[in-house]
């Protein structure tokens, strides 16, 4: 089943989910410099999913709208969850969802 973007920016997103998928799998296993700190990732990856479950929800696509949103509410910055030994865990599953969401609305 295809996607209900019209090409618009329902495509738009996909770039910047594209890179934040690297992005978090890159710094979950240390392959950036120590100066990309959990701050940075957190402000990414809020950012990020919170536009794209607007411009998810806007083209009706309810399951990657609800995927985005959940997931800029547990990575956020300005209330940050206390996730401990969780935190990886939630950039690796941060990175799959982001790169689902770009494979299958491509």
């Given at each position: 089943m295809a996607s209900k973007g019209?090409?618009?920016s329902g495509k738009t997103i996909l770039i910047p989910l594209a890179l934040l998928s690297?992005?978090?799998f890159f710094q979950t296993f240390?392959?950036?410099?120590?100066?990309v700190n959990d701050d940075i990732v957190?402000?990414?990856s809020c950012a990020t999913f919170a536009v794209a479950a607007v411009v998810f929800g806007k083209d009706g696509s309810a399951v990657w709208c609800g995927?985005?949103?959940?997931?800029a509410v547990?990575?956020?910055?300005i209330y940050p969850l206390g996730l401990g030994d969780l935190w990886s865990g939630a950039k690796i599953v941060g990175g799959v969802v982001?790169?689902?969401?770009?494979v299958r609305n491509w």
């Open positions: 019209g090409g618009g690297a992005f978090l240390g392959m950036l410099p120590t100066a957190r402000w990414a995927l985005c949103a959940a997931l547990v990575l956020n910055p982001a790169g689902a969401a770009v």
